[in-house]
């Protein structure tokens, strides 16, 4: 059985073709992405005309993927459509133009599906720390202990949204750098500062992240570049700071639809950093649509945590 999971996000709108075999074992054999940024349409809580379209075309392009691959097509949406004043004449238009039912996750209901994401693609998952999944427009922590969790949260920030915020441009300079950390700390929940011992080892799981590890790859020279100490972290983002022409190209051409989040993103984990006290920073492969599969392979609530 194939499925192909739509994730419309608020910078960029992805699938992931999954084949699933008798056990129920998932894999992904296909993988698109259009960098859209949604979040840049919405006006005064309402999406323009303009977005709906390059939405709906693209939703039009990926179900066509779909039918021809014979997958059942499953689109969510996350704070991308979340937030709107109303989401509902979105959807329905999707619906009328594409065939396509998207189910909007509400902020508990991403962090775990990522949670989820992360349990079954992590190889090596530390006994106690906690997850940060950064999209365009939110970030979702949880806490966990032995595969447990133990505090979810839906941060209303994401790279996109703090780049924004702060005005950064596609190159961030030190002071744009200090203004998204001293925003993206602002809106973090207070228990992040109470999560003692959890909070030291952080995985990160998204977009973001793996932009982070390819950056990590080029300009550190880390082979893997999914375990990173707190202090490569800052290196790396000193590293885009004020770059150069050639740091810049080289972003472009590794992540040619983050190169111009990073700076705001990796600012925001940072803050995120500070605050929970953490020392060792492991990268994820997976992420919230493997998690959404995985919960209905399972068939398990989507706003479900499982021990």
């Given at each position: 059985m194939r499925y192909l999971i739509i994730d419309i996000g608020s910078n960029t709108v992805k699938y992931d073709l999954f084949e699933v075999t008798e056990g129920?074992?998932?894999?992904?054999?296909?993988?698109?992405?259009?960098?859209?940024?949604?979040?840049?349409?919405?006006?005064?809580?309402?999406?323009s005309k303009k977005g709906l379209e390059v939405l709906v075309a693209t939703l039009r392009d990926f179900a066509a993927d779909g039918q021809t691959a014979g997958a059942q097509i499953l689109p969510f949406a996350t704070a991308s459509l979340r937030r709107l004043d109303d989401p509902l004449p979105v959807l329905t238009a999707i619906k009328e133009q594409t065939?396509?039912?998207?189910r909007l996750l509400s902020g508990s209901e991403e962090a775990s599906c990522s949670f989820y994401g992360m349990l079954s693609t992590m190889d090596r998952?530390?006994?106690?720390?906690?997850?940060?999944?950064?999209?365009?427009?939110?970030?979702?922590?949880?806490?966990?202990?032995?595969?447990?969790s133990?505090?979810?949260?839906?941060?209303?920030?994401?790279?996109?949204?703090?780049?924004?915020?702060?005005?950064?441009?596609?190159?961030?300079?030190?002071?744009?750098?200090?203004?998204?950390?001293e925003y993206a700390s602002s809106?973090?929940?207070?228990?992040?500062?109470?999560?003692g011992?959890?909070?030291?080892?952080?995985?990160?799981?998204?977009?973001?992240?793996?932009?982070?590890?390819?950056?990590?790859?080029?300009?550190?020279?880390?082979?893997?570049?999914n375990l990173l100490t707190r202090e490569e972290f800052g290196a790396l983002l000193s590293r885009i700071t004020?770059?150069?022409?050639?740091?810049?190209l080289e972003m472009k051409e590794l992540i040619p639809q983050?190169?111009?989040?990073?700076?705001?993103?990796?600012?925001?984990?940072?803050?995120?950093?500070?605050?929970?006290?953490?020392?060792?920073?492991l990268i994820c492969r997976g992420g919230i649509r493997e998690g959404y599969l995985e919960k209905i392979l399972k068939d398990l609530p989507i706003d479900a945590i499982e021990a």
């Open positions: 129920k074992r998932s894999k992904s054999v296909g993988h698109r992405s259009a960098g859209l940024g949604l979040i840049n349409y919405i006006e005064n809580g309402l999406l065939g396509l039912s998207v998952l530390p006994k106690r720390g906690f997850m940060a999944d950064m999209g365009g427009g939110s970030t979702e922590l949880n806490r966990f202990e032995k595969g447990r133990l505090y979810l949260h839906s941060c209303p920030f994401g790279a996109l949204s703090v780049k924004n915020a702060v005005g950064a441009g596609d190159a961030i300079t030190k002071k744009e750098v200090a203004l998204a950390k809106l973090l929940p207070a228990p992040l500062s109470e999560f011992k959890d909070g030291k080892k952080a995985v990160l799981v998204g977009g973001t992240a793996k932009a982070c590890r390819s950056l990590a790859r080029a300009f550190l020279n880390k082979k893997r570049g004020d770059p150069d022409e050639q740091t810049l983050r190169y111009h989040l990073m700076g705001a993103g990796m600012s925001a984990f940072e803050a995120i950093f500070e605050r929970a006290g953490t020392e060792e920073i």
